[in-house]
């Protein structure tokens, strides 16, 4: 049976942990399905992991679908989340009702994901009562980067952390099925997954949230342009891709790889006819 919402809800109840991994493509979200994680993210952060952006604010509605859709079709197990990217439900809810919509309805999503706490509670209400699930995202919030001074630790003194407390609280009371904490310290981490009756998910909010999530690149070490302080490489895919590639290049140089095993054959005889033409 496909993992609902519900599930999710009653692993906190459960105090089972929660994984969450994102995934952008197919191969991928097979895998990933495969191995039995029940939420997937299709997060924004592609635009840096994927297509090579410094940020994720590059990213457009159109991207999110295209890959949502190839998630949702390597992934008929998993709850997939499609991630709302920059100014697709900021300008008004009709805006934010109508994209959140199209990743249901056009990309096969389950759920939907968007940034903010208190400023976007109203919206979130809103979603959910259209039928559509809702994760948050508090803590660094990535598409606020540069009105943050950058990817950096969040919440850190009195009155932020108070504000966080405020916004996990508002999400929860909008009707989210869960929260993504994202770079906070893990000891107000712990004080919000207390205080909301919803799974916290963390990426760099330390051991004690309900569940964790993380970038599939970097606990992969496919992404090799830096590692974030939030991740473990679990393996060092970049190694591995490098060592296959030259093995592969010096096989094509070395005239050992095709062989007639990688090949297909055809009747001597009509080699023999077309030579003689
Ligand atoms: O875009 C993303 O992958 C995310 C995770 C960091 C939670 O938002």
């Known amino acids: 049976m496909p993992v609902t919402i519900n599930d999710i809800k009653a692993m906190k109840q459960k105090g089972e942990k929660i994984t969450m991994l994102t995934a952008y493509d197919y191969?991928?979200?097979?895998?990933?399905?495969?191995?039995?994680?029940?939420?997937?993210?299709?997060?924004?952060?592609?635009?840096?992991?994927?297509?090579?952006?410094?940020?994720?604010?590059?990213?457009?509605?159109?991207?999110m679908l295209h890959h949502t859709r190839a998630v949702v079709r390597g992934a008929p197990n998993a709850l997939v989340v499609g991630d709302m990217p920059f100014?697709?439900?900021?300008?008004?809810?009709?805006?934010?009702l109508r994209n959140a919509g199209r990743f249901?309805?056009?990309?096969?999503a389950?759920?939907?994901?968007?940034?903010?706490?208190?400023?976007?509670?109203?919206?979130?209400?809103?979603?959910?009562?259209?039928?559509?699930?809702?994760?948050g995202h508090i803590g660094l919030t990535p598409q606020s980067t540069h009105q943050l001074g950058g990817h950096r630790a969040q919440a850190r003194s009195l009155d932020t952390a108070r504000k966080l407390i405020e916004d996990a609280t508002a999400l929860d009371q909008a009707g989210v099925f869960s929260i993504v904490i994202e770079a906070i310290p893990y000891k107000l981490a712990e004080l919000v997954t207390k205080k909301v009756s919803v799974p916290t998910i963390?990426?760099?909010a330390g051991p004690y949230c309900d569940g964790q999530v993380q970038i599939i690149n970097d606990m992969?070490?496919?992404?090799?342009?830096?590692v974030p302080r939030h991740a473990k490489q679990y393996v060092q895919l970049a190694d591995i891709m490098r060592k296959a590639i030259s093995e592969y290049d010096s096989e094509v140089k070395a005239g050992t790889f095709p062989t007639e095993k990688h090949s297909f054959t055809i009747d001597e005889t009509v080699i023999a006819e077309l030579e003689k033409e």
């Open 220 to 226: 992969l070490g496919s992404f090799t342009d830096f």
């Open 27 to 63: 191969s991928t979200a097979k895998i990933v399905d495969e191995a039995g994680i029940p939420l997937i993210l299709v997060g924004d952060s592609l635009g840096m992991v994927v297509l090579g952006y410094e940020t994720t604010l590059p990213v457009t509605i159109e991207v």
């Open 110 to 135: 389950q759920a939907i994901k968007l940034e903010g706490g208190v400023t976007v509670a109203e919206k979130v209400r809103r979603v959910v009562d259209c039928g559509i699930p809702v994760m």
């Open 104 to 108: 249901i309805q056009e990309a096969g």
């Open 202 to 204: 963390g990426i760099g």
């Open 87 to 96: 100014m697709t439900y900021h300008v008004s809810i009709e805006d934010c």
